[in-house]
């Protein structure tokens, strides 16, 4: 059985849980309870805080878990950083208030920062060479400059809202977190074969979630330049039409390129461009 460490409630629960559906596991409902058993996979699941994912999976409690990059860092636990999940994506930044003269880090030299992290918050300042003084505060960190509290915060953002609503600006990102797979150093080998069978189902999912099917019409003479334009998973597939000199041709395209192809493809007189999402995509 390989027990893995999702979430109970919060920013990363529900995508964690989809990722598993996709996965093809079926997870008994969990009803606010500890675990969930499941159904079609040897497989355990944990809803836990997100705080204490990585311990528990450092302490080979759990094999697997989901946490955000961010609260991996912050902990500093042992264990393996398998693979970014494509979601839950944030930025550790600092921000101080909006009609503040400072700019950057090195400004910050002297003055107060309020943060839930204080270890990534320290490293950076050591590793900048800056001398400031960290004040710890578990939640509600914007409002620390406002009371009187602190200079500065050290604080995750995503749509910058928050910092706005609070009159602060954000002036450096430490870094960009979203959440990873991690897993325990020393699992037994009968459960890394069941974490390597979810990898393999995870890298399936994330390839098929970035790329599209396409399908398209276009005219024999043009061929050529349509396979440069779409090399597809090996090369495209190609049936002739029963308009004389035309061809359907069928392919993959990575979502990252996608409206670029799109152009390309018009350009070369491609028509009746079908796309559609991939549910599974095993390369
Ligand atoms: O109960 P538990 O301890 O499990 O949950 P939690 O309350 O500690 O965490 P939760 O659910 O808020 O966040 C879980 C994870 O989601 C974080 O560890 C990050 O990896 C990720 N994540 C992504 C975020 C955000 N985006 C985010 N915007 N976590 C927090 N925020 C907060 C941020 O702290 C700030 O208060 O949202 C506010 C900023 O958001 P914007 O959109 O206004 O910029
Ligand atoms: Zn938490």
């Known amino acids: 059985m390989l027990k893995i460490a999702i979430q109970k409630s919060g920013r990363l629960h529900d995508e964690s849980v989809s990722l598993l559906r996709e996965c093809g596991i079926r997870m008994n409902n969990n009803n606010g309870q500890l675990k969930a058993s499941v159904l079609n996979f040897p497989m355990e699941v944990f809803f836990l805080r997100d705080d204490d ?6 302490d080979g409690v759990a094999d697997a878990g989901i946490v955000g990059e961010n609260i991996l860092r912050e ?19 600092l921000a101080v208030p909006r009609n503040s003269s400072f700019s950057s880090a090195d400004d910050l ?43 500065a915060i050290c604080d995750l953002v995503s749509s910058g809202s928050t910092l706005l609503t609070n009159g602060l600006k954000e002036i450096e990102v430490i870094f960009q977190s979203e959440a ?4 325990n150093k ?50 495209p597939t190609v049936v002739p039409l029963a308009t004389e000199g035309w061809s359907s041709v069928q392919s993959v395209v990575n979502e990252d390129v996608f409206w670029e192809v799109i152009e390309k493809l018009k350009a070369l007189r491609a028509e009746g461009i079908l796309v559609s999402p991939i549910e599974k995509m095993i390369v």
Do not use: W
Request: hydrophobic fraction near 40%.
């Open 53 to 58: 994912i990585p311990q528990y999976v450092a």
């Open 75 to 93: 902990k500093g636990a042992h264990v393996d950083n398998v693979c970014k999940l494509g979601f839950g994506q944030c930025r550790l930044s």
């Open 109 to 151: 030299a002297g003055t107060r920062i309020a943060t839930s992290y204080p270890s990534t918050l320290s490293r950076f300042l050591s590793r900048r060479k800056i001398k400031a003084e960290i004040h710890v505060i578990s939640g509600s960190v914007e409002i620390a400059p406002g009371i009187g509290l602190s200079d």
């Open 180 to 183: 990873v797979l991690i897993a």
């Open 186 to 235: 020393k699992s037994e080998q009968a459960q890394k074969d069941i974490f390597d069978k979810l990898l393999f189902r995870m890298h399936a999912v994330r390839n098929a979630r970035n790329n599209k099917y396409i399908m398209l019409n276009a005219p024999n003479e043009n061929l050529k330049e349509i396979f440069k334009v779409l090399p597809g998973l090996k090369s």
